[in-house]
């Protein structure tokens, strides 16, 4: 059968000779139903060296998928088995796709061939917040499928803040409300308009049905729940024990050295750190993972012992009283640190987004840049930022080629390149802040004294010694070694490492590894970033760069910065090279992109972190919405 020529077809066959063309002609004819005509295309125009690779691939498959063409489907998988995983631009993989179509059989054939059940897309949904909108007998066997391998997505939130419970009762399916209250779904949870899956329930035409469902549930009482009290109290009451007590003691394996604390160390203790602030801390980690790790039911084991139930890597009552003797001590707040991030690590997983390797840059497409400025009176003000890009575009950073900081910056920079998920940073870099501090004044204040050391800590906690070459997207900053190097970090390096010698600011640490910070030389690492991507051979017509400061703008020249925190380490004459340097790379970036460069400066100084997250999320973005619409995704 011959496809006949569709009046709005006539452009696209000037295409056909490239690739771009021919999937675009493929999925026309699927949108009118020919399916064995595409099927007998895609068998005859040798995909296999060239239709994974294109950026057209992902809706494509999502295409066939929605629209139900099982033939086609199978012939994909077979040839790009990796590609079961395939998302589109909201972070849908295939089975999400299916399912929201209705479509059984493909559904069935995505499972069998063990796709992933456990996957949240890009709004928060995961499949069960799909299934719970179907009803049928084969829904309800996939929903406790999936319940039994993941029972905390039970009560999993999307960006809208409903359960899958929330959209079952506004259904109406009273098979999929029993079932989700039967595993333990919660009845309280309320959306971010404050709605509980009871006010939902109002809007069904089961309204009355789930009502008395709901009313009737008895919440179920889990192991980890019985003891939860009882394990908050066994830590309070020790920190407490441990602060009346004059003399603290530390164990080193078998042997005990008792060291009374000084009144010098007593008063640091109380500018610093009380037993309410660590009880804040542990009780609120504690809470926040008891709310979101599955409720494992009791097995049986072999021994005569059950397995303790893990609230967490560290969360353990010994292990933790253990850690804390030494409380008020650097030591102490060290530890406290690695438990303390040890725990984020396991409240929020990895951006797969990010770390999806189908999503890397192949040659003559689209190579995005992401810099964040090094200088800030507010770091975290790039993290608010970059939550909100995320959720108005979801594939935002998953776009991205490279990930570039420097300073402080080059701490997140590098966590986002490795896959960390915003949400984690938000967390854990007050945390790190926070205990850089070792007193409680203002940033430069004369008598306040920094430290790198916690945010070595943090570096060794999070990267261990992976190298920067294993990082899922490439992360590129730079540092400057107190021989006179400038040094861009290669990707043989330990990412700990480069990120603390790129983070170890002059004027507020001590060099690591005979290392100062690269922002000395440039605070805006996007011109770097983009000479660095054109001597590997990226096409100067292929970069669009998005510059990101975070509050503190900084002259485009470079002489709005003094060099009074340089004269420890460098000669005048030294100094003037690096000016040189500088004023050579100032507007690289925007001479050879031209639009397709954007340089987002808010101007927001002073200001709290709760504060700042809120003057955030009123600011408008619109002229970076539509730069990133036009430049970044077009």
């Not at 050391?453 to 294993?470: E, M």
């Amino acid at each position: 059968m011959s496809l006949q020529v569709l009046p709005h077809e006539e452009s696209l066959f000037g295409l056909e000779e490239k690739n771009e063309g021919k999937i675009i002609l493929m999925q026309d004819k699927l949108i009118n139903g020919f399916e064995d005509e595409v099927l007998t295309d895609l068998k005859t125009l040798n995909i296999e060296n060239w239709l994974e690779l294109s950026e057209m691939f992902p809706k494509f498959i999502h295409c066939v998928v929605a629209m139900g063409y099982e033939k086609i489907l199978v012939y994909l998988l077979e040839l790009f088995p990796k590609k079961i995983e395939t998302k589109n631009v909201i972070g849908s993989t295939l089975i999400y796709t299916a399912i929201e179509a209705r479509q059984d059989n493909l559904t069935q054939i995505l499972i069998n061939k063990r796709a992933n059940l456990l996957v949240i897309n890009g709004r928060g949904n995961s499949l069960l917040h799909a299934i719970s909108k179907r009803s049928g007998r084969d829904i309800l066997t996939l929903m406790q499928k999936i319940i039994n391998l993941q029972p905390s997505l039970l009560n999993v939130q999307n960006s809208y803040g409903e359960t899958p419970l929330h959209l079952a009762c506004l259904c109406g399916i009273i098979d999929n409300v029993e079932l989700l209250l039967k595993n333990g779904a919660h009845t309280d949870i309320e959306t971010r308009n404050g709605k509980t899956p009871s006010m939902y329930a109002i809007e069904s035409v089961k309204s009355r049905e789930i009502q008395v469902l709901i009313n009737n549930y008895t919440p179920k009482i889990t192991k980890i729940e019985e003891e939860k009290e009882s394990f908050t109290q066994k830590i309070t009451k020790s920190i407490k024990n441990t602060l009346q007590v004059k003399e603290i003691v530390k164990l080193e394996e078998d042997t005990k050295n008792v060291q009374p604390f000084q009144k010098e160390e007593l008063k640091e203790i109380e500018e610093i750190e009380s037993d309410h602030e660590f009880e804040d801390d542990i009780s609120s980690i504690i809470e926040e993972r008891i709310c979101q790790i599955e409720e494992k039911k009791e097995e049986e084991t072999n021994s005569n012992n059950k397995e303790e139930i893990k609230l967490g890597m560290s969360l353990k009552p010994q292990k933790i009283i253990k850690n804390v003797l030494y409380l008020g001590t650097q030591e102490y707040r060290e530890r406290k640190l690695e438990i303390l991030i040890q725990e984020l690590c396991n409240l929020y997983p990895i951006d797969t987004l990010v770390t999806d390797t189908s999503l890397t840059y192949t040659p003559n497409q689209k190579y995005r840049i992401l810099s964040l400025d090094g200088l800030s009176d507010n770091p975290i003000l790039q993290i608010y930022i970059l939550q909100k890009l995320v959720q108005k575009f979801p594939m935002f950073i998953a776009k991205c080629n490279v990930i570039s900081g420097v300073g402080i910056s080059a701490f997140i920079a590098g966590s986002i390149a490795k896959g960390l998920s915003l949400d984690f940073l938000e967390k854990v870099f007050p945390l790190i802040e926070k205990y850089t501090r070792i007193s409680k004044k203002r940033r430069f204040n004369a008598s306040t004294k920094y430290t790198n050391h916690y945010y070595d800590i943090a570096c060794s906690s999070l990267f261990s010694n992976q190298t920067l070459s294993k990082f899922p997207r490439k992360f590129f900053t730079y540092y400057q070694q107190l021989s006179n190097s400038f040094v861009i970090a290669e990707g043989s390096e330990r990412a700990n490492e480069a990120i603390m010698k790129s983070c170890s600011l002059p004027f507020l640490f001590k060099p690591y590894c005979n290392c100062i910070s690269g922002m000395i030389i440039q605070p805006n690492p996007s011109n770097y970033a983009l000479m660095d991507a054109l001597k590997t051979g990226i096409r100067k017509e292929d970069c669009v760069v998005l510059s990101l400061s975070n509050g503190f703008e900084h002259s485009e020249d470079g002489e709005g910065y003094s060099d009074f925190f340089l004269s420890d380490w460098f000669s005048s004459k030294e100094f003037q090279n690096f000016e040189g340097q500088i004023k050579q790379s100032s507007v690289f970036c925007s001479t050879i992109l031209g639009d397709r460069f954007l340089r987002f400066s808010p101007m927001i100084h002073n200001t709290n972190e709760e504060d700042l997250k809120k003057i955030v999320q009123k600011m408008r973005f619109s002229k970076l919405e539509q730069w990133l619409s036009k430049e970044w995704f077009n």
